[in-house]
């Protein structure tokens, strides 16, 4: 549905908000909204202390396979997902979208990479959700939801590459794809 272009990969390198270490610091800063994980460590480090509304998992980290498997039983349920890498699929966005939604905890497995999921995770989240991710190397990064965040992950989905009306028709959003490059 939607492609990450290369012009575009230099933009993901820098955190969307600040890092965290510790996994009780980070849900001490955490908002009032759900909390959406977007990675299989990430997912593993906060399940120590809660259980994230809405997580994606993989089974890799940083490309390669994990020796164990994130937990899924603390979820109330599992939905599977088909994610090529460097893409949004619909498949994904929907079951985002729907995950969101509910009030069942949820991790979606994918198949495939999740790492672009926390763009339309932040883009679709109400205010004060948090969405966190890892940063390779550093640490989880911890994005409180609010209009300036979802603004900017809204205008770098206008700008991807891909079915970008139909994406924001599944997503329920208006992107400015006026101004978008094509």
Same mark, same amino acid.
């Given at each position: %549905?939607?492609?990450?272009?290369?012009?575009?990969?230099?933009?993901?390198?820098?955190?969307? =908000?600040?890092?965290? +270490?510790?996994?009780?610091? $980070?849900?001490?800063?955490?908002?009032?909204?759900?909390?959406?994980?977007?990675?299989?460590?990430? +997912?593993?480090?906060? #399940?120590?202390?809660?259980?994230?509304d809405v997580?994606?998992?993989? *089974?890799?980290?940083? &490309?390669?396979? #994990?020796?164990? /498997?994130?937990?899924?039983?603390?979820? *109330?349920?599992?939905?599977?997902?088909?994610?090529?890498?460097? +893409?949004l699929s /619909?498949?994904?966005?929907?079951?985002? /979208?729907?995950? $969101?939604?509910?009030?069942?905890?949820?991790?979606?497995?994918?198949? =495939?990479?999740?790492?672009?999921?926390?763009?339309?995770?932040?883009?679709?989240?109400?205010d004060g959700?948090?969405?966190?991710?890892?940063?390779?190397?550093?640490? %989880?990064?911890?994005?409180?939801?609010?209009?300036? +965040? &979802?603004?900017? %992950? /809204?205008?770098? $989905?206008?700008?991807?590459? =891909?079915? &970008?009306?139909?994406?924001?028709?599944? #997503?329920?959003?208006?992107?400015?794809?006026?101004?978008?490059?094509?």
């Amino acid at each position: %549905m939607l492609r990450l272009p290369d012009a575009l990969r230099a933009d993901l390198k820098d955190p969307v =908000g600040p890092l965290y +270490t510790d996994p009780a610091a $980070l849900l001490a800063a955490a908002g009032d909204g759900p909390l959406v994980t977007v990675g299989d460590v990430v +997912t593993d480090y906060l #399940l120590r202390e809660t259980v994230p509304d809405v997580a994606l998992v993989d *089974d890799r980290t940083k &490309r390669a396979p #994990l020796e164990e /498997r994130v937990d899924r039983s603390p979820f *109330d349920r599992t939905v599977h997902v088909e994610n090529p890498a460097a +893409t949004l699929s /619909r498949d994904l966005l929907a079951a985002l /979208r729907d995950a $969101l939604a509910s009030e069942a905890t949820t991790v979606l497995e994918v198949d =495939g990479e999740e790492d672009l999921a926390a763009v339309p995770a932040i883009a679709i989240a109400p205010d004060g959700a948090t969405v966190v991710y890892g940063q390779p190397d550093e640490g %989880m990064v911890c994005v409180v939801v609010d209009a300036e +965040t &979802r603004a900017a %992950m /809204r205008a770098f $989905l206008a700008e991807m590459d =891909g079915e &970008r009306e139909a994406a924001a028709a599944l #997503l329920d959003l208006d992107l400015d794809l006026d101004s978008a490059g094509d």
